[in-house]
């Protein structure tokens, strides 16, 4: 059985490091999320100049109805990919990747002004993911943290693509989404143990 930690060092994943990263993420996307609002109050104006378009607008301003949870579950996902590799992020690249996620939004405005919103959408989803994954490639090096990155985000985009362009529906989907979510978190949770007073995934 591998041993994860170095006899000249302190455990670094334990129980206080995975409810501070937890903690963490949380309050960033709370943080990220109002301030995406501002993005939105700007569109309005952009539809009053004539440079944006109302339906597009409507389209952002549900996009960023999702950003506390997009940013959320992404920051704690790959605060797991951290946890599976054993390779250190620091709170500054966490803070980073967050602002990438939060920039998606002022980006999809921008170019929704020049082309219609589905392919902007699609352009600066391939702009997020791939940046946030190379960032998460020159941290951990594993090529199989790189591919998670890119499920993980990828399922993400689609995810809340198909949710505003599902109009009434989309509270049905989003509440089943988020019990398959929970379902998801309380499985992992089984999977968490102890050793050498670090935790594991098994």
């Known amino acids: 059985m591998e041993n994860y930690l170095n006899s000249d060092s302190k455990p670094r994943y334990t129980r206080s490091w995975l409810g501070l990263h937890c903690l963490f993420a949380l309050i960033s ?10 993005v939105e109050f700007y569109a309005s104006s952009r539809v009053e100049d004539g440079l944006l378009g109302d339906s597009s607008y409507r389209l952002l301003s549900d996009s960023v ?11 704690i996902s790959i605060m797991l990919i951290e946890l599976t590799f054993r390779k250190s992020i620091s709170y500054i690249q966490y803070t980073l990747t967050s602002f ?14 020049h082309l ?20 998460v ?3 951990i090096q594993k090529g199989k943290a790189v591919a998670m990155t890119v499920a993980i ?16 529906l989309a509270l049905l989907l989003g509440s089943l989404m988020l019990f398959a979510l929970i379902a998801c978190a ?15 995934i098994k």
Do not use: P
């Not at 990438?100 to 002004?113: G, K, Q």
């Open 116 to 135: 219609r919103f589905s392919f902007s959408y699609a352009i600066v989803s391939v702009m997020t993911i791939g940046l946030i994954s190379l960032f």
């Open 186 to 200: 309380m499985y992992l949770t089984l999977r968490l143990r102890m050793e050498n007073n670090e935790i594991v």
């Open 65 to 75: 109805g999702y950003c506390f949870w997009l940013i959320a579950i992404s920051t």
């Open 100 to 113: 990438a996620l939060t920039l998606f939004y002022l980006l999809l405005l921008a170019m929704s002004e």
């Open 29 to 38: 996307a709370l943080f990220l999320a109002c301030a995406a609002l501002f």
């Open 153 to 168: 985000l990828a399922t993400e985009y689609a995810v809340m693509f198909l949710l505003i362009r599902m109009g009434s």
């Open 137 to 139: 490639k020159g941290i």
